[in-house]
């Protein structure tokens, strides 16, 4: 198989046990955040956790561009699509994820592997299937507005679906190679 890169992954989503990058505040204010129930103190946390996701996602987006400009291929897991284009918000969200959004890099290409609700239960056991299957719904929306979406069958084994995502890279990148485009 052709492979001309190497790779780095770019956790994006927003729980902090998750990512190998991220800012040391990241744990104890996603902790906080969470069991934040009182208002004085709730409103507090939720600016404190804003501010920290803000210039983590600020953080993990220069070191995907640094990854990039070093001629890695940049896999960023969970990029949060939900966070940056929904459009039915109120003004405080909007204002919110206007922030997050300019300081967060564009992919050139998303992938998404999609699956119905209750397969994705029967895999991991997180959320139940009526869950995954409205986010599953909504994603699919929210991404028929997002320029390079590729929908991959995510219903294969996990062999399949890899080798499909890696001809569908190398195609793209050699497509974008040949043309002179650098991403």
């Given at each position: 198989m052709w492979w001309p890169w190497s790779?780095?992954?770019?956790?994006?989503?927003?729980?902090?046990?998750?990512?190998?990058?991220?800012?040391?505040?990241?744990?104890?204010?996603?902790?906080?955040?969470?069991?934040?129930?009182?208002?004085?103190?709730?409103?507090?946390?939720?600016?404190?956790?804003?501010?920290?996701?803000?210039?983590?996602?600020?953080?993990?987006?220069?070191?995907?561009?640094?990854?990039?400009?070093?001629?890695?291929?940049?896999?960023?897991?969970?990029?949060?699509?939900?966070?940056?284009?929904?459009?039915?918000?109120?003004?405080?969200?909007?204002?919110?994820?206007?922030?997050?959004?300019?300081?967060?890099?564009?992919?050139?290409?998303?992938?998404?592997?999609?699956?119905?609700?209750?397969?994705?239960?029967?895999?991991?056991?997180?959320?139940?299937?009526?869950?995954?299957?409205?986010?599953?719904?909504?994603?699919?929306?929210?991404?028929?507005?997002?320029?390079?979406?590729?929908?991959?069958?995510?219903?294969?084994?996990?062999?399949?679906?890899?080798?499909?995502?890696?001809?569908?890279?190398?195609?793209?990148?050699?497509?974008?190679?040949?043309?002179?485009?650098?991403?």
């Open positions: 790779a780095r992954i770019v956790y994006m989503g927003q729980n902090p046990l998750s990512g190998s990058i991220g800012l040391p505040t990241s744990k104890i204010l996603y902790k906080k955040y969470k069991r934040v129930t009182s208002k004085p103190w709730g409103y507090l946390v939720r600016i404190l956790w804003f501010l920290n996701k803000s210039l983590e996602n600020g953080l993990k987006s220069l070191m995907a561009r640094f990854y990039k400009r070093r001629g890695r291929l940049v896999i960023m897991d969970r990029f949060p699509f939900t966070e940056t284009i929904s459009k039915s918000l109120r003004w405080r969200k909007k204002i919110s994820r206007s922030i997050v959004n300019a300081l967060q890099i564009r992919p050139d290409l998303t992938i998404l592997l999609d699956a119905p609700g209750d397969l994705l239960f029967e895999r991991k056991g997180e959320h139940n299937p009526e869950v995954l299957e409205k986010q599953r719904r909504r994603l699919k929306v929210l991404l028929s507005d997002v320029p390079n979406v590729i929908v991959v069958d995510a219903r294969n084994d996990a062999e399949t679906v890899v080798i499909t995502v890696c001809d569908i890279l190398q195609r793209f990148y050699r497509r974008r190679y040949e043309s002179g485009t650098d991403g």
